[in-house]
């Protein structure tokens, strides 16, 4: 079982930045894929970006390419999302999520979830 702790969301002005962590519980967190998904109010929850167990491969939802990093520090158990250029649309509760196995976008297919962080970005 894995428990994940998001942190530093808040209100930002669009063109700021933020940077979000994720903790995670547990001896395990370097055999999990990481992801960051989004949900916008009345919106789908959406792919945001997600890192290989061992950080050397990603993937980025286009619109966030070129802005936002994700990357990882397995001896801290943490995730992050590095966020700069932020956009009014990008405005939304972010969650982070683990799962085994290999690196896909798809949220259905993680298995632990955070609790999620609002991020506002105002224009």
């Known amino acids: 079982q894995v428990q994940l702790v998001e942190s530093g969301g808040g209100l930002v002005q669009a063109g700021g930045s933020l940077r979000l962590s994720c903790a995670a519980s547990?001896?395990?967190?370097?055999?999990?894929?990481m992801g960051w998904f989004r949900q916008a109010p009345g919106k789908e929850r959406e792919f945001v970006a997600a890192?290989?167990?061992?950080?050397?491969?990603?993937s980025y939802q286009d619109s966030v390419k070129g802005r936002f990093t994700i990357s990882r520090d397995n001896t801290k158990n943490t995730v992050y999302l590095q966020m700069n250029s932020l956009q009014p649309e990008d405005t939304a509760v972010y969650y982070c999520a683990g799962k085994e196995g290999p690196l896909v976008v798809d949220g259905r297919q993680y298995r632990y979830w955070g609790q999620g962080t609002q991020v506002t970005v105002s224009s």
């Open positions: 547990g001896r395990t967190f370097s055999t999990y894929v």
């Open positions: 890192i290989s167990r061992l950080g050397r491969t990603t």
